[in-house]
């Protein structure tokens, strides 16, 4: 497999520091709010990077942290007058539904900050014995750059640009106003009652500490692939490999991986800019976790998405056609179970399929040979030359892709709206023994593609 490492700005051979594991640090959420559908840009090719290593026979071990304490959720906690817990808590919630909404494959660990100060502080700790933190009159403590010789090589930073001493206490900031940075942050009246005690007295981790800190504990001191969103690359990564390898004197991460933006009219889709989605608005429009997620792997991740309506449409008509061929492969496979060998169209799609992954996560190559699998599998049952063994080959096909893709079997798609009222209705026409009525019902749900079944528990919906 290939990927391009931000780090050598070249696409690189992976190779895992154990064969046939692959360890992986994905930055998550801030949870101040409900994340939008940017966020689940990152996510999702995160996912796809995961599903792609596990296709090609890596055993993953994934890490998303959850950020739970950072300038944004204690301003949040203390506005709304609420603990940092319970404030938090819901945001954690909805994140776990939306990436099962979404047919995210959960990962291994999702440390949250909170639950490890500890391994902040004693990190802290090990950057003081090297002399590369220093501690302000404040209380705070920082990272001084200029000792760190590499500073700088992830974002490409002019050195030139260092400004030694000058010092910054924000989680987040640009390139020009690159400067020491916060890695433990003295309480002050802002935090209100949100502090923990340390060897520099009462405070709490800096962002960038929290991703060192949990990274280092769940995958080792040096570790495969990190990830996130290219606005994640500076100072918030850059920061992470400084704090890390400077505590440990090892190289912190072999393979960095940035996904572009998803935009929308041009502009990066974020809370800051008003222009935002989240998984809910566009579900309450009708719009489904499948069809979203179409959406969001259907670019190459360092290429920008365009979000519009006319794209969920375009998913939408994407997602019909595969749902008919499925139909069609099961209709004509039956009880038939594959047997002798696979024919070549099919074997063709799924070289194509795993080449195009191999190639730095090129989905939409992956998904033309998906689409190049249907379109020949159409062409064969419209000449009456589909077989059942040869449908059933082709559903097996389908599996090993959408153990990747995961859009092609709709297993977990939530129910949409529509399809919940006529089952309430069809329910009210059963106890008055409208039978007819109940019937039409039955219909009218099949044509939307889902059947319904009468069973001792009441109705049951399956998708068709
Ligand atoms: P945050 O909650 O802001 O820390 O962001 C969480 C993740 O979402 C990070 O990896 C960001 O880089 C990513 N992200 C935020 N906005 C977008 C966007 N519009 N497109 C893609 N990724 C994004
Ligand atoms: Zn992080």
């Not at 595969?322 to 209709?331: N, Y």
């Not at 092609?408 to 059963?430: D, G, K, W």
Request: proline residues 4%; charged residues 30%; negative net charge.
């Amino acid at each position: 497999m290939k990927f391009y490492n931000s780090l050598s700005r070249k696409k690189e051979k992976f190779k895992s520091l154990v064969p046939g594991k692959a360890g992986l640090y994905t930055c998550g959420p801030t949870v101040y709010d409900f994340a939008h559908i940017g966020n689940f840009r990152a996510y999702i090719f995160e996912d796809i990077l995961r599903r792609a290593l596990e296709y090609r026979g890596y055993e993953v071990t994934q890490v998303m942290n959850l950020t739970d304490v950072d300038d944004k959720t204690i301003r949040g906690a203390n506005e709304n007058g609420v603990s940092l817990q319970e404030f938090t808590e819901k945001y954690k919630d909805s994140f776990f539904k939306d990436i099962e909404a979404l047919g995210i494959e959960p990962a291994e660990y999702y440390p949250a900050a909170t639950d490890h100060i500890p391994e902040v502080i004693s990190l802290v700790e090990k950057l003081f014995e090297k002399g590369l933190t220093y501690k302000s009159d404040d209380g705070s403590v920082y990272f001084s750059v200029a000792k760190f010789p590499e500073y700088g090589n992830l974002a490409h930073i002019d050195k030139e640009g260092l400004r030694a001493g000058v010092r910054i206490s924000n989680d987040e900031y640009e390139k020009d106003a690159v400067g020491d940075f916060a890695v433990w942050k003295a309480w002050d009246e802002d935090d209100g009652n949100i502090w923990w005690d340390s060897p520099w007295g009462r405070g709490r981790p800096g962002w960038h500490i929290e991703c060192s800190a949990m990274s280092m504990k769940y995958l080792g001191e040096s570790f495969d692939i990190h990830t996130g969103g290219i606005d994640n690359m500076f100072p918030h990564h850059e920061n992470e490999i400084a704090q890390s390898e400077g505590a440990t004197g090892k190289p912190f991460v072999h393979t960095w991986l940035h996904c572009a933006h998803l935009r929308v009219n041009g502009e990066k889709m974020a809370k800051s800019k008003g222009n935002f989605y989240t998984l809910r608005d566009l579900i309450e429009k009708g719009y489904t976790g499948r069809e979203i997620r179409y959406v969001l792997i259907s670019g190459q991740y360092r290429q920008p998405i365009n979000f519009t309506f006319d794209g969920l449409a375009a998913a939408r008509s994407a997602l019909s056609r595969i749902d008919e061929f499925v139909r069609l492969a099961k209709d004509t496979a039956g009880d038939t179970e594959s047997s002798g060998k696979m024919p070549g169209w099919i074997a063709e799609s799924l070289d194509a399929f795993g080449a195009a992954l191999d190639d730095d996560l090129n989905v939409p190559l992956a998904l033309a040979a998906l689409f190049s699998l249907i379109g020949n599998g159409n062409r064969a049952a419209s000449a009456g030359e589909l077989s059942p063994e040869n449908a059933a080959h082709a559903l097996d096909a389908l599996r090993k892709i959408d153990t990747v893709l995961n859009v092609v079997f709709r297993t977990e798609e939530a129910v949409p709206e529509e399809v919940e009222t006529l089952l309430v209705n069809r329910q009210e026409a059963r106890l008055a023994k409208n039978w007819a009525e109940s019937d039409r019902i039955r219909d009218e749900i099949a044509t939307l593609g889902w059947i319904v079944k009468d069973t001792p528990d009441g109705q049951k919906l399956s998708p068709k």
